[in-house]
């Protein structure tokens, strides 16, 4: 579905002009693969909040967290796996270094709960600061979108705080399968998640830096419009960027968000006087941009597993 809404908005633009927009851009749109170490960065110094408590040996570096959050990033955004592969192979490749899978797995699981409500507050920026741009009269509507939309993410956290809700589930499981072990492993989760949560300094602090983390992407399509010869003011970009995210999360079985980041641009981009060309190019330079900082990302990962698998076969 995602690759026919993408092949129609593609057939319905010029194609010619899409072309044209980012050959004025040249070779400085690729200032933007350094510049996304910003968003890394942010990211990872927000899960070593979390991780710090379990990681009393040190044996987790910085640097390490980083290249993980760079696959983790990789792997959610080109390969099939509904957003979810990434946080996956992070508690794997975190027990390369000595963390507890329950652990491990408890810091995924808040950061999952602390993107989403930074999704959130980010759409809910853009949404503001788009009725500021068009003049809307429709607050109470904005107000209404803005509780439903925190109403999961913050229903979530609470029953993970507060309730048994990943035991629950483990014991349902035990029912249907059989196995006592995933009974044990879902309890001892939901322990290390209720404790990741009590930490409530880190908690916010976490989710602030994520926050800051997408917020950093709507130079990416300031950037690429002014590349592209149509400068837009630093709302409008924001505007852009941030009711994209909310649409790629809330479509996130979609791989790569593949034809809703386009879909999402081009309909922002009509209404702040943007063309369709214009608003493709920034999506088709925001895709150039993940293919190359997200495929080094995935090769020196295989690599990594490849090292691993010839030192236990020597073994």
Not at 102 to 121: K, N
Not at 274 to 301: H, M, Q
């Amino acid at each position: 579905m995602g690759l026919v809404v993408l092949i129609w908005l593609v057939m319905r633009a010029d194609l010619a002009g899409m072309l044209h927009a980012i050959g004025l851009a040249g070779w400085s749109v690729f200032w933007l693969i350094p510049y996304r170490l910003l968003f890394f960065l942010l990211y990872a110094v927000a899960w070593d909040l979390l991780l710090r408590p379990y990681d009393v040996r040190k044996r987790l570096t910085f640097s390490y967290l980083l290249w993980v959050a760079t696959v983790r990033e990789a792997i959610d955004r080109l390969l099939p796996v509904a957003s979810v592969g990434g946080g996956v192979v992070g508690v794997r490749l975190l027990g390369w270094r000595g963390i507890r899978t329950s652990a491990a797995a408890a810091t995924v699981i808040v950061e999952v709960l602390l993107t989403l409500i930074a999704v959130w507050a980010f759409a809910v920026i853009s949404l503001l600061l788009l009725a500021s741009i068009k003049l809307t009269t429709h607050v109470p509507d904005l107000i209404l979108t803005a509780i439903i939309g925190l109403a999961l993410p913050v229903s979530l956290t609470l029953m993970l705080r507060y309730g048994s809700l990943l035991k629950r589930l483990g014991g349902v499981l035990r029912r249907w399968v059989g196995l006592r072990s995933l009974a044990e492993g879902a309890a001892s989760l939901n322990t290390e998640v209720r404790a990741s949560l009590r930490r409530v300094p880190r908690v916010v602090l976490s989710g602030a830096l994520q926050l800051a983390a997408l917020l950093s992407g709507a130079f990416e399509v300031w950037f690429a419009l002014r590349l592209f010869g149509h400068p837009v003011g630093f709302r409008a970009a924001t505007v852009m960027e941030g009711l994209t995210q909310a649409a790629r999360h809330i479509a996130f079985l979609i791989p790569g968000g593949l034809g809703v980041q386009e879909f999402t641009l081009v309909a922002l981009g009509n209404a702040l006087g943007i063309s369709a060309e214009l608003a493709l190019g920034v999506s088709l330079v925001k895709r150039l941009r993940e293919i190359l900082c997200g495929v080094p990302a995935l090769l020196s990962w295989q690599w990594s597993e490849g090292l691993r698998l010839r030192k236990s076969a020597a073994s």
